[in-house]
């Protein structure tokens, strides 16, 4: 399967658009249970994140803690499963521009693509909320550090697209993120 570093599958972005077509955030109990893992300042941050979004952060974090085992994952991972593509609310994009932009960073590479945002024709702020939208690892870390969030949940939603080499959470806890992800 076509992988591209940062970006996932085509399989696998292919069963996220469809889930991303249901605008539907987690079943109440779920969302509760989510919440329940996060400082208030977090809490503020999740709220602003999409039903499709709220709903992949919440199977991540399920799949993280049964990786790991009920009872053993510290709750700065657990934000940080929760949280690692929060900084996804500044872009502003709807599910089929988040599309044709993942397919381009697929085809040209993330970081080739955010250069051509910068350059390319179109209004100043389409054009951000594309670059926006390709650096929201970075942007996300920005977001949970302000809200006070544990340095171990700011540093995986900055590292979570990049290669492994360059993670610097305890490796058990990442690769658990890692797998549980999928992107
Ligand atoms: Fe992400
Ligand atoms: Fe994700």
Redesign the pocket.
């Known amino acids: 399967m076509a992988r591209n570093a940062g970006f996932g599958s085509f399989g696998h972005l292919a069963v996220r658009f469809l889930g991303a077509l249901d605008p539907r955030g987690p079943k109440p109990e779920e969302e509760r249970w989510a919440q329940g893992w996060l400082l208030p300042g977090e809490v503020e941050l999740w709220t602003r994140m999409t039903g499709p979004d709220r709903r992949?952060?919440a199977g991540?974090a399920r799949e993280v803690a049964a990786r790991l085992g009920p009872g053993d994952t510290p709750r700065p991972i657990m934000a940080a499963a929760l949280l690692?593509?929060v900084g996804k609310v500044l872009s502003g994009l709807g599910t089929f521009s988040r599309v044709g932009v993942t397919l381009a960073a697929l085809g040209l590479g993330r970081a080739r693509l955010t250069v051509a945002s910068d350059i390319a024709p179109g209004s100043t702020r389409w054009r951000r909320r594309v670059s926006d939208y390709l650096c929201h690892d970075r942007l996300g870390a920005d977001l949970l550090e302000a809200a006070g969030s544990h340095p171990d949940t700011v540093a995986w939603a900055g590292e979570?697209h990049l290669p492994t080499q360059s993670w610097s959470l305890d490796r058990r806890f990442a690769d658990a993120l890692k797998a549980a992800?999928?992107?």
Do not use: F, I, Q, S
């Open positions: 992949h952060a991540v690692h593509d979570h992800d999928g992107d």
